[in-house]
């Protein structure tokens, strides 16, 4: 079948007849601004596909500047030429600028039958699904994966060896819900369906069309409307880059996480999986995506709590709907008191009044779901007694005894910083960060003096949540200041190991078997009924020596226990 095409020239330069003698069109000197008109420009449309666009200059430029539309922008060259395979009326521009000036000529290409060959290629039809699918494909987030998001050395190698997303661990940051389509049309049309937000990169912030002018300590997600007309085009690596292939994206079209990318470099690309990397930052942003329509839905439930006749005693269980997942194990649970169950069915006593959220969490073959549900203890149980329990330091505000670092090397640190994992059993904003250099003194510690003796008589244990090194000891000691620099000697120590790696756990000091320090043989006995103890202290590692200190970073949080 023969293929058609034309060209309608939408400014046509002019002729005119003054009687006899023939007219010259006089050329625009150095200081005039050029007209359209005067700017020629010849087509060579021997391979009607691949056009070749000549522009001969008749008067002196600085500059020339072609808009082939699709994001395509070509700036000083008289000759240029692309690739127009689809059905369609094409926009070129070429703008020539000139000392006095600058003028536009505008014309249209039309291509009257696809070229059958865009249809066949490999990439195109994996990125878009090919040209029968005229809703082009969607790709999101491999959230479910390992390795979906990360970021390392920008080699294209080496992966994300510096962070590497374990599955769902951006969620609630505005990544999961985006969508990127990607259509093999006449535009090469790529839309990103961010669902009105943008999680962004705080190191790029500055450059991010939608900042609102505030400073953030991590990553923001920041409300945002996306560009349209944004065009894609896949393109071959030169010089050193030989060999790559690349995803380039048009008028500030960027795939879901903003790190000032708009060129990423394919990794690999199937029917099932998209892996590139963005390099804007300096940095390697490793990206996995999988089509829209392969994503299994995750389970979904909905707590419900029911009234017990015994006093601020609730019964809880879930609706659970599977969809796509596969639940594993026992529904778990934790009440907010510092009180955990497993079971579909279970039961809590709350002491105190206040507000509790009740966090369930549904093990699947997809990952863990949590749900939560508040409850409103309106009044203290009957058997709680407040005034013998109290909250020395949870870091969100409550600050009754502030603690200090005694650190001799001055090479350790005790921060309030924001919680780096928000998560059972400790969902407070801020918390103390506890730094103790290999170089840290043997008896670096965090402590804090308090106003009167501790009352020991009715509670005697203390309670706190701890986040560091699995194996790590923690010890609370109790000294009496009166004993100036021989508060050791008369202190009752109890220790806690921490049991998992970087995990938030809840640590109890129960002092009524103790070590009390004396002069002589240190041994177990019960401190409840010491009633000298006004300090407390709290070592992270142990009394040690480099390199036997127990270097590292350290969290805790919420140190409750007796009154004074």
């Excluded at 034309?6 to 002019?14: C, S």
Aim: proline share 5%; charged share 20%; hydrophobic share 35%.
């Amino acid at each position: 079948m023969k293929r058609l095409f034309k060209y309608n020239w939408l400014l046509v330069t002019a002729l005119a007849v003054l009687g006899c003698e023939p007219f010259e069109e006089e050329k625009p000197g150095l200081g005039d601004s050029p007209d359209a008109s005067q700017m020629i420009v010849d087509v060579d449309n021997s391979d009607p596909y691949n056009p070749v666009f000549s522009y001969s200059p008749d008067f002196e430029y600085h500059k020339i500047i072609w808009d082939l539309g699709r994001g395509v922008v070509v700036e000083d060259q008289e000759e240029v030429t692309d690739y127009f395979g689809f059905e369609s009326n094409y926009e070129i521009k070429i703008t020539v600028l000139t000392q006095g000036g600058q003028a536009t000529k505008v014309l249209n290409h039309v291509v009257s039958e696809t070229d059958p060959a865009i249809c066949e290629n490999e990439i195109y039809n994996l990125l878009t699904g090919g040209c029968d699918a005229v809703e082009g494909k969607t790709w999101v987030w491999a959230s479910h994966q390992p390795s979906h998001f990360g970021v390392g050395p920008a080699d294209g190698i080496t992966g994300p060896i510096w962070y590497a997303a374990g599955a769902y661990d951006q969620e609630g940051n505005g990544l999961y819900d985006d969508e990127m389509t990607f259509t093999l049309d006449a535009q090469y049309s790529f839309a990103l369906n961010n669902n009105g937000d943008t999680f962004v990169n705080v190191g790029e912030l500055g450059g991010f069309p939608g900042k609102d002018g505030n400073e953030y300590d991590s990553d923001p997600t920041l409300p945002y409307t996306p560009p349209t007309e944004v065009s894609w085009a896949v393109e071959r690596g030169e010089g050193e880059n030989q060999g790559k292939t690349y995803l380039k994206l048009s008028n500030g079209g960027f795939l879901s996480y903003w790190e000032s990318s708009d060129t990423y470099e394919i990794l690999s690309i199937s029917e099932d999986e998209l892996y590139v990397m963005g390099a804007g930052s300096g940095n390697g942003w490793y990206y996995r995506f999988v089509p829209k329509s392969s994503v299994k839905e995750r389970a979904e439930g909905t707590i419900n709590i029911t009234p017990e006749a015994d006093a601020n005693t609730f019964s809880f269980s879930a609706d659970v709907i599977a969809n796509d997942a596969v639940v594993q194990g026992e529904y778990r649970w934790d009440f907010g008191n510092g009180e955990s169950a497993e079971g579909n069915i279970v039961t809590a006593t709350y002491q105190a009044k206040g507000e509790y959220t009740v966090t369930l969490t549904i093990p699947t073959d997809l990952g863990d779901v949590s749900v939560t549900a508040n409850v409103t203890i309106e009044e203290n149980h009957p058997d709680y007694i407040p005034s013998v329990e109290m909250v020395f330091q949870d870091f969100d505000g409550t600050d009754i005894v502030p603690f200090s670092l005694e650190d001799d090397s001055g090479l350790g640190s005790l921060t309030k910083v924001a919680n780096p994992d928000q998560s059972s059993p400790n969902y407070s904003a801020m918390v103390g960060e506890y730094v103790k250099d290999e170089n840290s003194g043997q008896y670096t510690n965090a402590f804090a003096v308090l106003p009167s003796k501790l009352n020991m008589t009715e509670v005697s244990t203390f309670k706190m949540q701890v986040r560091g090194k699995k194996g790590t000891k923690v010890e609370l000691k109790l000294q009496n200041t009166a004993m100036g620099g021989d508060m050791w000697a008369t202190q009752a120590v109890v220790a806690y190991e921490i049991q998992e790696d970087d995990t938030w756990e809840e640590a109890e000091f129960d002092f009524t078997n103790a070590v009390v320090w004396t002069w002589g043989p240190n041994e177990p006995s019960d401190a409840s009924n010491i009633k000298d103890y006004d300090k407390i202290v709290i070592q992270f590692g142990g009394e040690d020596v480099a390199p036997n200190n127990n270097p590292g970073t350290y969290y805790f949080d919420n140190l409750r226990g007796p009154s004074f």
